[in-house]
């Protein structure tokens, strides 16, 4: 009789995707510089940019900067291109993520341009940004943001960008 091995506890593997998680963010010194966070639903990430007084572009409306706002959508898309790319290697098993604190993480996407659309006055107040990757290759990925404050149907930015993607490691 074989006997299949018991499915590692739901709390162990969250932890370890955590972990992964974690670990490519803190792999950025931008992404702590601009303050930017992520929170992860299964495979799915949202990104978040906290408010700062430093995030002011005009303080007569107020409203955020321009550049804040690019950087966000412009991190939010490339932490999202990375983690797609861990994930099938995490969930496949080619990439070992057992001991999390020695794991080798694959190179970020290079950007290759990224338009960003403000649709309205960023707020003085936090923002979440989720991407939606429209392709990915083993070359080339074009991925869509949306930056959103309140309500998550009334966007004030949204991008389009087009990566170039890291060469898996055989």
Known sequence: ??????????????????SVLRALIDGVPYVQFMGIGFERRGDELT??????????????LPAL????????????????LSWAFIWEDMESGALDV????????????KT????????????????????????SGRRYASVHVEGWQDHRDRMFAQAT?????????D
Do not use: C, W
């Not at 990104?47 to 303080?59: D, R």
């Not at 900067?65 to 999202?80: D, S």
């Not at 057992?98 to 996407?109: E, G, I, Y």
């Not at 960008?161 to 490691?169: A, D, I, L, T, Y």
């Open 1 to 18: 009789m074989n006997k299949r091995p018991r499915p590692e506890p739901v709390q162990v593997v969250k932890q370890r995707r955590d």
């Open 47 to 60: 990104g978040t940019m906290p408010f700062k007084e430093e995030l002011i572009g005009n303080p007569l």
């Open 65 to 80: 900067h321009g550049g804040a706002t690019a950087a966000f959508l412009e991190v939010t898309a490339i932490i999202t």
């Open 98 to 109: 057992s001991d999390v604190d020695n794991v080798t993480l694959p190179r970020l996407p």
């Open 112 to 135: 290759i341009d990224f338009t960003v659309d403000y649709l309205r006055s960023g707020l003085p107040r936090d923002a979440y940004a989720r991407a939606t990757i429209n392709r």
């Open 161 to 169: 960008g087009h990566f170039v993607m890291p060469q898996r490691r």
